[in-house]
């Protein structure tokens, strides 16, 4: 077993400097298997945003970082990605006494990933696609992308340094600045985010952090004139606010928002990988997760057989304290968090679902926030637990009679972020994949991602992608350059009585 780091203090992260809040202000950072304080965290105000704001600005018009060359940004990432590799343990320790994420999910999933971002994103900025556009013998046009300016990134506390990092790369590739807000919840490995790229040796200013609320210190940062877009993971009523309050400064938005995604199992399909699948996706990272299936869809043929072995799988699931690597399920982020989640076992129960495990505090887990996995059958669409994100380790299972019914039962929800489908039949599962209304859609897979394709959601689960050089469209401007190739001819205006001005090309707005 690992040994606990002592009570740290986090501060804000500006110009290059690890520094105090002007307020002087903080909060406390809890450990969510013991409830205890690990942290004392700089309590960010609009004071703070606005020196943050001002470093990424400088840095963005003056500095080295937006004028060097795509190569040694990338050279940058490397670095950031090889002092994140050597970093692992500690990032993984802190990240999980933070967040209560089991360790072993940490360390050998969400920390390499992070490296990952950097190194695609190291990559892709070398290989940043402009086109041209001749026009025979009167012109060469031509686009160029430059980066857009200063960015606010403002993240969730689920798997916080991952969802970081996975802004962070490509806003630095593209060569903006920039100034993040970590959730309130799971500050810590922001600051270590801050130690390493201190330690990569970015010019001061490039990247910034400011730690605190979100209506002290996220909303000032989405208000800032002198921020040009906002990437946002988040609730979606939290989306929905931050659009309007960067609507008087006409912000441009990427927005990830909630999720509740359905798993539609059919029964052709490989049932033992379906269930494995179906398990893995909703429990892991406490299912605390965005694209978690927490929507089980499944054919009334197999519905008995299939969710019998659910249920005696899930009440196996080994709920424990995050570090022991026998874990599955650890606490959930925070007391608040704990209610929310639990006061759904009730809700569920009330609207008349069966609570077929799971649902309570575990025995012999008396303090920090735990919760048994929990399986709802018996569920009807229209239920609060069927169309709400819980965000926490639950799943309610639906059955359907045929595709029609699983298709409509799928997109029957405001949400529409990942879906899951099983199946042993390739037309159907091109012909559903096709019908779901989805960002995402898996086909006999859990959510295994490639980096290059776009990542988001529909509906009410965001507004744009990002991902591969999809990333670039948000951070990056297009630029149209005409170069005239000779003497096309000008309309003359105002050349007196003597000549009309005549064939009046370039007009357009
Ligand atoms: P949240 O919306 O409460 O908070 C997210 C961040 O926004 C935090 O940093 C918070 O401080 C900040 N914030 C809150 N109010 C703000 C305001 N008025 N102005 C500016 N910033 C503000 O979300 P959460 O509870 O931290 O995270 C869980 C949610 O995130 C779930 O809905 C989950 O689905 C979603 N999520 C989505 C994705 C995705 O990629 N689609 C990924 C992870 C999480």
């Keep these: 077993m690992k040994t606990l780091p002592e009570v740290r203090t986090v501060q804000h992260f500006i110009n290059g400097e690890f520094v105090d809040g002007v307020s002087g ?7 969510p298997a013991t409830n205890t304080p690990i ?6 105000t609009g004071e703070d945003v606005g020196r943050a704001v001002q470093a990424a600005r400088r840095a963005f018009d003056e500095g080295p970082w937006p004028r060097m060359s795509a190569a040694a940004r990338a050279r940058a990432l490397h670095r950031i990605a090889d002092l994140i590799d050597r970093r692992a343990d500690e990032i993984a320790l802190v990240e999980c006494l933070d967040t209560g994420i089991p360790y072993t999910q940490i360390r050998q999933g969400q920390i390499p990933r992070a490296a990952e971002n950097f190194r695609f994103f190291a990559e892709m900025t070398t ?8 026009v025979e013998g009167a012109f060469l046009n031509f686009t160029i992308r430059v980066p857009v300016g200063v960015a606010g990134l403002i993240t969730p506390w689920n798997t916080p340094f991952m969802l970081e990092t996975w802004k962070v790369a490509p806003c630095l590739a593209a060569g903006c600045t920039c100034v993040l807000k970590p959730a309130e919840w799971a500050p810590l490995s922001a600051s270590l985010l801050a130690e390493v790229i201190r330690e990569a040796d970015l010019p001061p200013g490039v990247f910034n952090v400011v730690q605190g609320f979100g209506e002290t210190a996220g909303a000032p940062l989405v208000a800032h004139a002198m921020v040009n877009v906002i990437s946002f993971t988040g609730e979606t009523t939290t989306g929905a606010e931050i659009m309007r309050n960067g609507a008087a400064t006409l912000k441009r938005f990427s927005m990830e928002l909630g999720g509740k995604s359905p798993v539609i199992v059919f029964p052709d399909a490989d049932l033992e990988r379906a269930l494995d699948a179906t398990i893995f996706g909703v429990y892991t990272l406490n299912g605390e997760r965005c694209t978690a299936n927490s929507r089980l869809l499944v054919d009334r043929r197999i519905h008995d057989d299939f969710v019998g072995k659910l249920v005696e799988r899930v009440a196996r699931l080994r709920v424990g304290v995050p570090m022991d690597p026998a874990t599955e399920i650890g606490p959930l982020i925070h007391p608040d968090h704990w209610e929310r989640v639990t006061a759904y076992m009730e809700i569920g129960q ?10 309570k505090r575990p025995a012999g887990l008396p303090v920090g926030n735990y919760l048994e996995p929990a399986v709802f059958t018996g569920v009807v669409n229209s239920m609060r637990i069927a169309q709400e994100e819980i965000f926490g380790p639950v799943l309610v299972v639906i059955p359907f009679e045929d595709e029609a019914e699983a298709v409509r039962l799928a997109n029957d929800v405001r949400y529409g972020l990942a879906a899951y489908l099983w199946t042993g039949d390739i037309t159907r599962g091109h012909r559903v994949a096709q019908a779901l209304e989805a960002g995402m859609v898996w086909v006999n897979s859990q959510n295994v991602r490639d980096l290059r394709t776009p ?7 965001g507004i744009g992608r990002e991902g591969g050089h999809y990333s670039f469209d948000f951070y990056m401007e297009y630029k149209t350059i005409h170069v005239a190739q000779g003497t096309h001819r000008i309309p003359k205006m105002g050349p007196g009585e003597k000549e009309r001005p005549t064939g009046f090309r370039g007009l357009g707005c």
């Design 25 to 31: 202000r903080t909060f406390q950072s809890l450990n």
């Design 350 to 359: 009330r609207e008349g679902a069966l609570l077929a495990t799971g649902g």
């Design 39 to 44: 942290a004392g965290v700089a309590a960010g």
């Design 455 to 461: 990542f988001g959601g529909m509906k009410h689960s």
């Design 127 to 134: 290989q940043v696609p402009n086109a041209t556009y001749p």
